[in-house]
Structure formats: C-alpha cells, structure tokens
DNA sequence: GTCTATAGGAAGATAGAC
DNA sequence: GTCTATCTTCCTATAGAC
C-alpha cells in the first residue's frame, strides 16, 4: 500500500466532494458511507473527518453546489422562431433532454429531497431548490411573454407551479418506467396547455388586436 | 421482563407488517430497522426472521399492500353537477385532501419509491403503482366522458399521464414546502386545462343544458 | 413450532500518533 | 498541520435453546 501524500485539508475537501457525488450518482444516498466516498477518493476513512465535521455536512454541501445547476441549461433555451407552443414546447424539451441524458442526476436528486424531509441539516439546499425552480420558471416565462408580445392570463406563479410539478412529476414517472416516449408525449400536451394561456398585447397590425382577444 | 407469550407466526406476521407501517410514517425508510418495527411490535427483535426472511421482503409486503390503496378514494368522486371544470376539479381535489390529510403516508411512498430505484426487489409493487395510477386516471377520464357526454380531444392515457405528473409533482412541492393554497390553485388550473379538452358529443337533456358548461 | 442469545459486520466518529 | 488506529454503536441475520 502506497504512502499517503501529504495533501492539505481544503484539497482534499474538493476531492470528496468530487468523489461524494460520482458515488451518489452510481450508488445512490444508501451506498454513499464515508467509506465508499474515501475510497473512490483514494484516502483512508480515517480522513474524512479531517475535512468534514459530519457525513451530513458534507451531503449538505453537495446538494448546495448540485442542486442549483439543474434549470440553468434549460432556462437557455428560449428561442424566437414558431409558433408559441413550438417556444414552450422547445423550451420544456431543453430540460427534459437533461433528464434523458442523466436521469442518475435526477435520480439522486429525489433521494436528496426525501432524505431532506426526514433530515433538518438537508433541508436548507432542497427547500431553495424547490422555491428556485418555480421562480426560475416563472422568469422563463415572462421571457417568453415578453419575447412574443403576449401576456398570460393566468397568474405567472401558479402557472409555473403546474409547469414545475409536470416536470418533477413525469421526471419521476421516467425514473420508474423508463419510457420518454409517454414522457416527450405529456410534455408536449403540457406545451399546447401553457401556450393556449398566451394572449396576444402586442400590437402587430392594427387589424389583429380585435380578432386577438 | 414479561415473558414472551407464545404467538404464532401469522399472528406475528400481521402485527409485524401493522408496526411496520407505523414506524414507517413517523421515523421513515431509513428508520424502518428491524429492531424498531420489533420494538413497535413489542416482541423481542430476533423474533423478526422466524417472520420474516429479511428486512427486505417485510418492506416489499408493505408496499405491495400500501401503495394501492392510494387512489381508491379519489376514483369514487365523480359527480355529476356544475360545469364540467367542475367535475374535474372535485375529481383533482377528492385526491388531493388525501395528500393534505395524510402527507406522511406520501412522504413514504416517495421514500418507498427512491429505495426501489436502487433494490429489485423492492422495483415490482413499485412499477405497479406507477403503472396502475395513471391506468385508474385514465378510467376516470372514461367515466367522466361518459357521464358528462364527452369526447377528450387529446389521448386518454397521454391526458391522465399528464393529471399524474401533476399530482406527484404537487405533492413533492408541497412535502418540502407545506403550501397547500399554492397546489391548490395548481390544482384548479389544471382542471381547467383538462376539462378544456373535452368536446362535447352528445345532445344533454334540456334540463341538463344550463347547468352544463 | 416458537423464541432468544449471540455472531458478524459495517457504520460514523475520535483521540492521539506523526 | 496532517494522518490513522481504534472505539462505540447499531445493524441484520442465524444457530441453537426451549
């Protein structure tokens, strides 16, 4: 066995926390012990707590910096062209592709959150998640809104809530079953749903704002 | 110490499986150790495997006999008066004040289901309820059509998909956040856009018609 | 057939060596 | 300041007593 190089304490805190989250993703919240997260960390057990007080802090910290990354990608995604339901379909496809293509991210995501709801030092980084995204989501659309020249008439909040536990919900579904296509279909039927509350404000011809209604 | 009367093992079975759940609502998966479904139980922790092969199958029972219980109620609410927004949300909302009367029992079905994802044996009634609650939705949706003389203009099984998705996700929005006017009105929204996918196909009576719609 | 003492292992954490 | 041998605790499961 090879001599432990003598590594500084806030090195070797990036390094669990690089090897705690490559551990939840392939075993999940149940697999990742101190242990499992040294050893895929190549370091004794024994240096864990040298850089964390607590295995609960560090999953607190890996949720803090793990969580927030989710929606960034897919609140990008807004684009011009189309009709509105293309807009919003295009844009809740963005966050989906991410679940296709990591479902293992989502995955632990929901461990993280139901342990969160047993655990108070969880708590804090899985309630900003779930107020984050309906926020995020919000904001989307008032992008989009402002984009295409219309207003929703229904309260942007709410509407964002439907959206979010659409997402979290199919996402679930998806996690379960392993079917996109019944995932990609309800997505769609959501878009044409969020679009049809779109209501033209904009003026584009004069003769367009009595038929808009 | 009270000497252990002699019980049979079916007894102990049912009482095993009745501690389970107990515990299981008020200290969660991760708390559901065999010792403590014991202790619940009153008997003696070794008693376990003379009942059980494992901690595993005790959780797979559980949740085979839980998790369908979980929609019974909510498929019996159809009624017939109001418009057909109506129907629909009495539907949404018959389910829903199971989830706010009993957001533990919740809170363990999503425990159930994240520890499924990672436990075959655990994966079967899991599947199951995933697959049997848009199967029941989708059976409502029917009955709805039925009674209030109706087509859905948009798949059925895509439609109660969508209803699911729905539901999980508010129920996970408001485990973490507690805000049950916030589902609610997510809840209403939804119907909305559900009953705007009915189409109506058969003449209703007169006396029918301006309560319809 | 019913029950229990005990094995066997893995977890998180710490005291103290270097 | 950095590292590790060891402690305590709590788990599931079994072998064998009644």
Redesign the interface.
């Known amino acids: 066995m090879a001599v432990m190089p003598r590594i500084s304490a806030v090195d070797r805190r990036a390094q669990l926390l690089d090897a705690a989250w490559r551990v939840l993703l392939a ?2 919240i ?2 990742a012990t101190t242990r499992a997260i040294c050893a895929e960390a190549g370091m004794p057990q024994g240096a864990f707590h040298y850089c964390f007080s607590s295995r609960d802090q560090l999953l607190t910290e890996v949720a803090a910096v793990m969580l927030p990354r989710e929606l960034s990608a897919a609140t990008q995604a807004i684009s011009r062209g189309g009709t509105l339901v293309d807009t919003v379909h295009r844009t809740l496809l963005a966050y989906w592709e991410l679940v296709e293509a990591e479902p293992r991210v989502h ?1 632990v995501i ?2 993280i ?6 655990d108070p030092a969880l708590s804090t980084p ?2 900003a998640r ?2 984050g995204d ?1 926020t995020a989501v919000a904001a989307v659309l008032e992008q989009i809104a402002e984009v295409r020249g219309i207003v929703w008439d ?2 942007v ?3 964002a ?2 959206i ?7 996402t ?2 998806y ?3 392993g079917d996109p296509g ?2 990609r ?2 997505l769609l ?2 878009a044409q ?1 969020v679009a ?1 509350r779109g209501r033209r404000v904009r003026r584009v011809a004069p003769a367009l704002v009595g038929a808009a209604r």
């Open positions: 075993e999940g149940g697999g995955q929901y461990e959150t139901a342990l969160a709801l047993r899985t309630r779930y107020a309906p229904r309260q909040p709410v509407l809530a439907q979010v536990a659409v997402l979290d919900g199919l679930l579904q996690l379960v079953g019944a995932a279909e309800a039927a959501c749903d049809g």
